[in-house]
């Protein structure tokens, strides 16, 4: 992989290019590597060995940085393989399998981020410990519904966009 931890020097590049710290990233690692072995029996480097095909990743440390990597720069497959040194399909394939790693990490550390809160008893449950609530109401666009009753409700008085 083109991009290494050797290539971050100062947690404010740590920070910028993956979101978190050098001594966070090393801390995360640990629990990283121990996922990765109980999901595939084996490490990285002895895995790729016995598969027998070329691999860009070739640790699990490159395998969080590069995970944590695509998450943060919000990167097209193809210009994440460009600039990791992979094809897209690769990097695509990698970002699935970092991923799968990462939330099995994060879940056993009990610091995974809800995704779904189906219902207001859900929702209610979850954030029964916190006092306070700040809900981002930015307004999005929309595709613009045919049915003119569902227009009026979601119509926001604005002619244009405003840049």
Request: glycine content about 4%.
């Amino acid at each position: 992989m083109k991009i290494t931890t050797l290539d971050l020097k100062q947690d404010r590049q740590w920070s910028a290019t993956i979101g978190i710290t050098k001594k966070r990233f090393f801390v995360l690692l640990n629990h990283f590597k121990n996922a990765y072995f109980e999901t595939y029996k084996a490490e990285l480097s002895k895995r790729k060995v016995e598969v027998n095909i070329g691999y860009c990743i070739n640790s699990e440390e490159e395998l969080l940085l590069f995970t944590l990597f695509s998450l943060k720069s919000g990167l097209t497959y193809d210009a994440l393989g460009v600039v990791c040194g992979m094809s897209g399909s690769n990097a695509k394939r990698n970002q699935e399998i970092g991923l799968k790693i990462l939330t099995q990490t994060l879940t056993k550390l009990k610091v995974m981020p809800e995704r779904k809160l189906l219902t207001v008893k859900d929702f209610q449950e979850f954030f029964k410990e916190e006092k306070d609530l700040i809900f981002d109401a930015t307004e999005q666009r929309i595709q613009r519904p045919s049915d003119e009753e569902q227009q009026k409700e979601t119509y926001s008085g604005k002619k244009k966009p405003t840049h």
